[in-house]
T-cell receptor, first 111, second 110 residues
């Protein structure tokens, strides 16, 4: 069966510090992968998606970037965090036509 | 105007009640319709998935899609305290990106 991992689970970082969040998927090959951010009490904002190694599409201009160095690895990064980057970050992979399966998420607080 | 509008809630019902959760959308190209359940501080989990119009039933859950009205619903029968969560609707035009509603928080009181 397929499993999706995210780490860390919780992160507190000062403004201006770098960020690296990692997502890995097990049990499938060449998945479509997604990064979302969820603000408190809100829906999901798509940040990036990837259809293959090295292929990244950005949905929202911001100081975040994403990379896909391996088939089942998706990384979200920032060189300098802003207060507005705080939120719940979710990685997902797509199965079938449109349904997505989400990881446990990383709760990021920028202070 | 957002592409997907979801009844904001919050919604509080007694145990055993029938719950109706609803979303409307503006993009007639949407073909795939999903409902996700999200417990507090957890990632969303897929509940129901429907292609095009019609009904789909899975245990106590029924998803309805009315493409002519651009309206989708999720019904929960015999609601349980364990159903207390935030429910997110999502939809997409084709295989790939989904657009999500903002979620409705449901509390089922014992």
């Amino acid at each position: 069966s397929q499993t999706i991992h995210q780490w860390p689970a919780t992160l507190v970082q000062p403004v201006g510090s770098p960020l690296s969040l990692e997502c890995t998927v097990e049990g499938t090959s060449n998945p479509n992968l997604y990064w979302y951010r969820q603000a408190a009490g809100r829906g999901l904002q798509l940040l990036f998606y990837s259809v293959g190694i090295g292929q990244i599409s950005s949905e929202v201009p911001q100081n975040l970037s994403a990379s896909r160095p391996q088939d089942r690895q998706f990384i979200l990064s920032s060189k300098k965090l802003l207060l507005s980057d705080s939120g719940f970050y979710l990685c997902a992979w797509r199965a079938g036509e449109s349904e997505q399966y989400f990881g446990p998420g990383t709760r990021l607080t920028v202070t | 105007q957002k592409e997907v509008e979801q009844d904001p809630g919050p919604l509080s019902v007694p145990e055993g009640a029938i719950v109706s959760l609803n979303c409307t959308y503006s993009n007639s190209a949407f073909q795939y319709f999903m409902w996700y359940r999200q417990y507090s501080r957890k990632g969303p989990e897929l509940l129901m998935y429907t292609y095009s119009s019609g009904n789909k039933e899975d245990g106590r859950f029924t998803a309805q899609v009315d493409k002519s009205s651009k309206y989708i619903s999720l019904f929960i029968r015999d609601s349980q305290p364990s159903d207390s969560a935030t429910y997110l609707c999502a939809m997409s035009r084709n295989a790939g990106k989904s657009t999500f509603g903002d979620g409705t928080t449901l509390t089922v009181k014992p």
